[in-house]
């Protein structure tokens, strides 16, 4: 059964205080891992998605990375604007067109 | 205007009561979803779409059916309300293949279920 760890469930950080979010994730056979933004109340924004394991993608303070068995989103320098749940979610080439989702990593910055 | 929209935004009901949430989307896409999500479980998939003649459950179906009227709407139905479906409800689409199987998703609908 494909399977995915987020960690840690929430973080408080200083605006300007680099960090990592991990997704750890177990599938047979990844098609996609996909990272998403949700502010309270709305629905997930679409950030990454990554194919490959070494494969990396950026958007202004963020970057996502890829390995064989977890992904990482690098926050550079943040902004309280940057304060969201981050979701992120696998797609397997089992034949199921079901993403699965992670439970989710609250981030605060603090000015 | 927005590409994915859900209608209602909120609405309370009792057990016992037929409802009806509606999606649109004017992306294109051919693949519509809906999800439900509740604190500390994450987003789950109750049905998804390919087209309009192709519908299919989700891990959590029991309780909804749904409807695929047209490429562009999707609505999901309880057909009685009971309690425990209380949660924020989510429509998404994407496009076929590789390329395009990043989900888009709605707004959200609120829903209490008293």
């Known amino acids: 059964e494909d399977q995915v760890t987020q960690s840690p469930e929430a973080l408080r950080l200083q605006e300007g205080e680099s960090s990592s979010l991990n997704c750890s994730y177990t599938?047979?056979?990844?098609?996609?891992l996909f990272w998403y933004r949700q502010d309270p109340g709305k629905g997930p924004e679409f950030l990454f998605t990554l194919y490959s394991a070494g494969e990396e993608k950026e958007k202004e303070r963020l970057k996502a990375t890829l390995t064989k068995k977890e992904s990482f989103l690098h926050i550079t320098a943040p902004k309280p604007e940057d304060s969201a749940t981050y979701l992120c979610a696998v797609l397997s080439q089992g034949g199921s067109e079901k993403l699965v989702f992670g439970k989710g990593m609250k981030l605060t910055v603090n000015p | 205007d927005a590409d994915v929209t859900q209608t209602p935004r909120n609405r309370i009901t009792k057990t016992g009561k037929r409802i009806m949430l509606e999606c649109s989307q004017t992306?294109?896409?051919?693949?519509m979803y809906w999800y439900r999500q509740d604190p500390g479980l994450g987003l789950r998939l109750i049905y998804y779409s390919f087209d309009v003649k192709d519908i299919n459950k989700g891990e959590i179906s029991d309780g909804y059916s749904v409807s695929r009227q047209a490429q562009a709407k999707f609505s999901l139905s309880l057909e009685s309300a009971i309690p425990n479906q209380t949660a924020l409800y989510f429509c998404?689409?994407?496009?076929?293949?590789?390329?395009?199987?990043?989900?888009?998703f709605g707004p959200g609908t609120r829903l209490l279920v008293l």
């Open positions: 992306k294109g896409h051919d693949r």
């Open positions: 998404a689409t994407s496009d076929f293949g590789l390329a395009g199987e990043t989900q888009y």
């Open positions: 599938v047979s056979g990844l098609r996609g």
